[in-house]
């Protein structure tokens, strides 16, 4: 059964710390994604990566990092740096054509205290 | 600068109509245009996309339809069904540059359909 799993649905973190985000999937897609959503507001790109062991920087990449070392795995670490974490983190991935469908997981609510 | 606008934020309408959903953009080189649809505290699934090649895009209950001189796009689900209550996101890309895989998003339209 493929898919984009991402975990944990629900994170709550202290104000302060680093957090990683979780992202999987089984698709055999190389590309991968991460984006955010605000209420009342669109998806805005983070971070994506168009194969393993690269990534480029999206529109709000500033305090947040990202790793791609293995093909299904695109993790996402939101540092102390990020001034408004707390928000709905949405992962995709997709074929590595421009028009190639992008596939979203279920996402992770992260709320920082 | 918002590059896809949704300017409906919500949309009601009685089951068995037609939804017409809008979406406009201002950025000439966007030429791959997709709908997302969107249930709370869930990601977005795909709908339908459309190339700038084209003026429309059928499948199924869903239509989308590209206005190239205006910049438009709309999104007609007929016939409406409950289960289509949600928001709907117009989403948009553009050839070249470093970034030639973002998708650029509007801020969504919620669709509310009545039994």
């Known amino acids: 059964d493929g898919g984009i799993t991402q975990s944990p649905k629900y994170l709550f973190r202290k104000e302060g710390q680093n957090v990683t985000l979780s992202c999987e999937q089984n698709?055999?897609?190389?590309?991968m994604y991460w984006y955010r959503q605000d209420p009342g507001q669109g998806l805005r790109l983070i971070y994506y990566?168009?194969?393993?062991?690269?990534?480029q920087k999206g529109d709000i990449a500033e305090g947040y990092s990202v790793s791609r070392e293995k093909k299904e795995s695109f993790p996402l670490t939101v540092t102390s740096a990020q001034k408004n974490p707390t928000a709905f983190y949405l992962c995709?991935?997709?074929?590595?054509?421009?028009?190639?469908?992008?596939?979203f997981g279920p996402g992770t609510r992260l709320t920082v205290l | 600068d918002q590059q896809v606008k949704q300017n409906s934020p919500s949309l009601s309408v009685q089951e068995g109509r037609i939804s017409i959903l809008n979406c406009d953009y201002t950025?000439?080189?966007?030429?791959?245009f997709l709908w997302y649809k969107k249930y709370p505290a869930e990601g977005p699934t795909f709908l339908i996309s459309?190339?700038?090649?084209?003026d429309k895009n059928e499948d199924g209950r869903f239509t989308v339809f590209l206005n190239k001189s205006a910049k438009h796009l709309s999104l007609h689900i007929v016939p409406s069904q409950p289960g289509d209550s949600a928001v709907y996101f117009c989403?948009?890309?553009?050839?070249?540059?470093?970034?030639?895989?973002?998708?650029?998003f509007g801020k969504g339209t919620l669709l509310t359909v009545n039994p």
């Open positions: 995709a991935s997709s074929d590595r054509g421009r028009t190639d469908t992008q596939y």
């Open positions: 698709l055999n897609h190389d590309a």
């Open positions: 990566s168009q194969i393993v062991n690269d990534f």
């Open positions: 950025n000439s080189m966007f030429d791959y």
């Open positions: 459309i190339s700038s090649i084209k």
């Open positions: 989403a948009a890309s553009a050839p070249g540059g470093g970034s030639n895989y973002k998708l650029t």
